[in-house]
């Protein structure tokens, strides 16, 4: 049963433009959700959080977006630069345990 | 040094051996987790360490799998007799406990490659 899943496993996108990557889950516990970004032969690296108290946000080029009745939350990354390319994990915890669930990954490329 | 390490970087070996894979964690940080990534798969889920708290096991895939963390810090994930479904990239990850939104840092990994 995956709880936490992203539906793409891959997405391309023009310099410059707007990528959107997408991540929903099933567990309504879920309160705290993360984005990380692994490039190759490196572990993946903390990109942004948001709590469910939160419908949005937002650091730098970077914007977390959540809807909670819909369980749904995304990644926004505008100006989408060449070395945003690298693969994308959403995860998500629940307040008080300590497990984070990961999504299966979503594989940007960001064309130049 | 300031971030998690783990080694070695790469291991491969033969069926039916046993491996070591090692996590140095951030100093300070009082949770450890470690992880696969299978090819074109998730993270999943292996062990997780707090403190000085009984681990849990609850998503090592079998008893041939066993890890342990002496002194609060450095931690050992061991497998046994190894199988070829068992090559993946292992990842540690660590984590300040205090406060309950924070998020985990992860070391480089380890590529197992059982042939």
């Known amino acids: 049963d995956q709880q936490v899943k992203q539906n793409s496993p891959s997405l391309s996108v023009q310099e410059g433009r707007i990528s959107i990557l997408n991540c929903d889950y099933t567990n309504s516990m879920f309160d705290y959700f993360l984005w990380y970004k692994k490039y190759p032969a490196e572990g993946p690296t903390f990109l942004i959080s948001?709590?469910?108290?939160?419908d949005k946000n937002e650091d730098g080029r970077f914007t977390v977006f959540l809807n909670k009745s819909a369980k749904h939350l995304s990644l926004h990354i505008v100006p989408s630069q060449p070395g945003d390319s690298a693969v994308y994990f959403c995860?998500?915890?629940?307040?008080?345990?300590?497990?984070?669930?990961f999504g299966t990954g979503t594989r940007l490329k960001v064309l130049a | 040094g300031a971030g998690v390490s783990q080694s070695p970087s790469n291991k491969v070996t033969e069926k039916g051996k046993d491996v070591e894979l090692r996590c140095d964690p951030i100093?300070?940080?009082?949770?450890l987790y470690w992880y696969r990534q299978s090819l074109g798969q998730g993270l999943e889920f292996l062990i997780y360490?707090?403190?000085?708290?009984?681990?849990?096991k609850s998503g090592l895939p079998s008893d041939r799998f066993s890890a342990e963390r002496t002194g609060g810090s450095v931690s050992t994930l061991t497998i046994q007799r190894t199988q070829q479904e068992d090559s993946a990239v292992y990842l540690c990850?660590?984590?300040?406990?205090?406060?309950?939104?924070?998020?985990?840092?992860f070391g480089p990994g380890t590529r197992l490659t059982v042939l």
């Open positions: 990850a660590s984590r300040l406990s205090t406060g309950s939104y924070n998020e985990q840092f």
């Open positions: 995860a998500a915890s629940e307040t008080g345990t300590y497990k984070y669930i």
């Open positions: 948001i709590s469910s108290i939160k």
């Open positions: 100093s300070g940080h009082t949770a």
């Open positions: 360490f707090q403190g000085n708290s009984a681990p849990d």
